[in-house]
């Protein structure tokens, strides 16, 4: 089931990146600075009451020029109440309400979808001053008074739109069907593939609409299994105005990746390897999906004997902070080897949901120690006196040990390797956590 989304929306110079960063910041210590996945700080996790949502920050609304302002506002308003389930919508006391408050909080009121009203810079302590009150003109209930530099007022803020969000909401899909993202930037051919995948040997396909989001899913039931396909297609950068339609790509990149199992990762192969591709697989990978590179137009590149494994090469290269990825070359326009590629979804599906027994994993541990010596620092030695699998996607071991700090990253590597060697394990991360012994 997807993580609930709760969206940070409002002009600029109203403090929300502060507020964002407040917010998240119960969870600072664990979101990993992966290259290009959390850095931009557009979407993180946030934990409150042992609940956990998504924060998306929107950012302000960029004035390029005078006549683009309102439909700049507009545009960035209506992505974050499509791809939201909750909605904060942040003023600031000291310019009181502003044309652009009330343009915004219009069209909050128009989507239906609950709002959250956070009146911002409420620094003092005590009764809240007069002009406070001006915000119930904004017709969205009663305001919240926050401070985001000093955290006064944040955990009302929370307890405000976590009792807004809909924690039960059911899955509408079948446990036993496998939930595809098609992600990448755009005009990879994400939407070609998802027709080519659903118009072929399709036997029932259906068009739902994702429950609060606005990607559409796709259900397909072929010779292969069935599926849910997720498309994140339909937001294209048209010029330079538009840079924050950029960051929503990737926002909807996200939210995809939370509803799967499998996450097939879109390349053009005429253009190759971007930035933005390792931005959204980093992040699948750190959500411990199952993972594909499907290397897309690939009838329109000009071959030799050769030239598909110097390709792999090359991006076995640049994909190597996920060297257990494997690649399948497509043509969604022709449909060249579209149902290897269905056969590679099933085969990371499975991996990524494996379990190992401890007998056997054990085994393989004595093998690999004795194979190599664990490292020792002044005299101490690294013992490990035993493994388990605590959980499955992705699967995740636990090894107990004398000392945590002796068992270096080079060993842990050394591990999961004999671990994948033994088990396959194609296609899905593996998190190895190290507790000592008494823990």
Same mark, same amino acid.
């Given at each position: 089931m997807a993580i609930p989304v709760i969206a940070?929306?409002?002009? !600029?110079?109203v403090g929300k990146s502060t507020l964002f960063n407040k917010l998240i910041g119960q969870r600072l210590s664990i979101v990993e600075d992966t290259p290009?996945?959390?850095r931009d700080r557009i979407y993180a996790p946030c934990e409150w009451r042992g609940k956990e949502v998504m924060l998306a920050d929107t950012g302000g609304i960029e004035p390029y020029s005078g006549d683009v302002i309102l439909s700049q506002m507009r545009r960035q308003a209506q992505l974050a109440i499509d791809s939201a389930d909750v909605i904060i919508l942040v003023t600031d006391l000291r310019s009181g309400v502003t044309a652009t408050d009330l343009e915004v909080a219009n069209m909050l009121k128009k989507s239906g979808k609950p709002v959250v /009203?956070? +009146?911002n810079k409420c620094d003092s302590i005590g009764e809240v001053p007069p002009e406070f009150y001006e915000f119930y003109n904004l017709g969205l209930g009663d305001p919240v008074a926050v401070s985001s530099v000093h955290g006064h007022g944040t955990g009302d *803020? *929370?307890? =405000? =739109?976590? %009792? *807004?969000? %809909?924690?039960?909401r059911a899955d509408p899909y079948d446990g036993d069907m496998v939930k595809v993202a098609i992600i990448g930037k755009p005009n990879v051919g994400k $939407?070609? /593939? +998802?027709?080519?995948? $659903?118009?072929?040997e399709r036997a029932i396909v259906s068009d739902i609409a994702g429950t609060t989001r606005d990607a559409t899913d796709t259900v397909v039931e072929n010779a292969h299994g069935r599926y849910v396909l997720i498309d994140t297609a339909g937001i294209r950068r048209k010029s330079k105005v538009e840079e924050e339609i950029e960051r929503y790509s990737v926002l909807r990149a996200y939210m995809a990746v939370d509803r799967a199992d499998v996450a097939v990762i879109v390349i053009d192969a005429t253009v190759g390897f971007t930035e933005q591709d390792s931005k959204v697989a980093g992040y699948a990978h750190e959500q411990g999906k199952?993972?594909?590179v499907a290397v897309n137009k690939w009838d329109a590149v000009e071959k030799t004997d050769k030239t598909m494994q110097e390709y792999q090469k090359d991006l076995e290269e640049k994909f190597s902070f996920m060297s257990y990825v494997p690649f399948v070359f497509i043509s969604a326009l022709t449909g060249q080897r579209v149902d290897k590629l269905f056969e590679m979804i099933n085969i990371v599906s499975q991996q990524n949901a494996m379990r190992i027994s401890t007998g056997v994993l054990n085994d393989i541990l004595a093998y690999a120690t004795s194979r190599v010596q664990? !490292? $020792?620092d002044k005299g101490k030695r690294l013992k490990i006196y035993y493994m388990t699998q605590a959980s499955t996607k992705p699967p995740t071991f636990v090894a107990f040990v004398n000392r945590a700090e002796l068992f270096h990253f080079s060993y842990q590597r050394y591990l999961e390797n004999q671990i994948r060697e033994n088990f396959g394990l194609i296609g899905t991360p593996i998190r190895l956590i190290v507790r000592e012994r008494g823990d």
């Amino acid at each position: 089931m997807a993580i609930p989304v709760i969206a940070v929306v409002g002009r !600029p110079n109203v403090g929300k990146s502060t507020l964002f960063n407040k917010l998240i910041g119960q969870r600072l210590s664990i979101v990993e600075d992966t290259p290009g996945v959390t850095r931009d700080r557009i979407y993180a996790p946030c934990e409150w009451r042992g609940k956990e949502v998504m924060l998306a920050d929107t950012g302000g609304i960029e004035p390029y020029s005078g006549d683009v302002i309102l439909s700049q506002m507009r545009r960035q308003a209506q992505l974050a109440i499509d791809s939201a389930d909750v909605i904060i919508l942040v003023t600031d006391l000291r310019s009181g309400v502003t044309a652009t408050d009330l343009e915004v909080a219009n069209m909050l009121k128009k989507s239906g979808k609950p709002v959250v /009203l956070c +009146v911002n810079k409420c620094d003092s302590i005590g009764e809240v001053p007069p002009e406070f009150y001006e915000f119930y003109n904004l017709g969205l209930g009663d305001p919240v008074a926050v401070s985001s530099v000093h955290g006064h007022g944040t955990g009302d *803020l *929370l307890d =405000a =739109a976590f %009792d *807004l969000v %809909d924690f039960d909401r059911a899955d509408p899909y079948d446990g036993d069907m496998v939930k595809v993202a098609i992600i990448g930037k755009p005009n990879v051919g994400k $939407s070609s /593939l +998802v027709n080519r995948m $659903s118009g072929e040997e399709r036997a029932i396909v259906s068009d739902i609409a994702g429950t609060t989001r606005d990607a559409t899913d796709t259900v397909v039931e072929n010779a292969h299994g069935r599926y849910v396909l997720i498309d994140t297609a339909g937001i294209r950068r048209k010029s330079k105005v538009e840079e924050e339609i950029e960051r929503y790509s990737v926002l909807r990149a996200y939210m995809a990746v939370d509803r799967a199992d499998v996450a097939v990762i879109v390349i053009d192969a005429t253009v190759g390897f971007t930035e933005q591709d390792s931005k959204v697989a980093g992040y699948a990978h750190e959500q411990g999906k199952g993972c594909v590179v499907a290397v897309n137009k690939w009838d329109a590149v000009e071959k030799t004997d050769k030239t598909m494994q110097e390709y792999q090469k090359d991006l076995e290269e640049k994909f190597s902070f996920m060297s257990y990825v494997p690649f399948v070359f497509i043509s969604a326009l022709t449909g060249q080897r579209v149902d290897k590629l269905f056969e590679m979804i099933n085969i990371v599906s499975q991996q990524n949901a494996m379990r190992i027994s401890t007998g056997v994993l054990n085994d393989i541990l004595a093998y690999a120690t004795s194979r190599v010596q664990p !490292p $020792s620092d002044k005299g101490k030695r690294l013992k490990i006196y035993y493994m388990t699998q605590a959980s499955t996607k992705p699967p995740t071991f636990v090894a107990f040990v004398n000392r945590a700090e002796l068992f270096h990253f080079s060993y842990q590597r050394y591990l999961e390797n004999q671990i994948r060697e033994n088990f396959g394990l194609i296609g899905t991360p593996i998190r190895l956590i190290v507790r000592e012994r008494g823990d």
